[in-house]
């Protein structure tokens, strides 16, 4: 069993910049692919990036250059950079993995609810104009 939980997030105005936390415990040995979806109110959860263990990264076009995934293996920690923020990203924030040990990480740019198994209780990030 995997438990993941998210910190970071908050309340910041246009064009500023927030870095979204995820701590893993549990079985992290098997999370190969981990990545961050967000849902904004009346829409649909996205998946807008990801990072396989080989170090391979996936971004969805509205993120593409403002945002970073990373991860840190050692802390059992994943990573949101988010910079230049505009007010369409404000959203609810989750951190997401999935039991499978191969390269997934595309599926969670392709917003492939279905993939993942264990979510975070998410982070709410709010930016204003």
């Known amino acids: 069993q995997v438990h993941l939980q998210e910190s970071g997030g908050g309340s910041v105005q246009a064009g500023g910049s927030v870095r979204l936390s995820c701590a893993a415990s549990?079985?992290?040995?098997?999370?190969?692919?981990m990545g961050w979806f967000r849902q904004a109110p009346g829409k649909d959860r996205e998946g807008i990036a990801s990072?396989?263990?080989?170090?391979?990264?996936y971004y969805v076009d509205s993120v593409k250059g403002r945002f970073t995934v990373s991860r840190d293996y050692g802390k059992n920690a994943l990573y949101l950079q988010m910079n230049s923020l505009k007010p369409e990203d404000t959203a609810m924030y989750y951190c997401?993995?999935?039991?499978?040990?191969?390269?997934?990480?595309?599926?969670?740019?392709?917003?492939?609810?279905?993939?993942?198994?264990?979510w975070g209780q998410g982070t709410q990030v709010t930016v204003s104009s």
């Open positions: 997401a993995a999935d039991p499978l040990s191969v390269p997934t990480g595309v599926y969670y740019t392709d917003s492939d609810l279905s993939l993942v198994m264990y």
């Open positions: 990072i396989e263990a080989n170090g391979r990264t």
């Open positions: 549990g079985d992290t040995g098997i999370l190969y692919s």
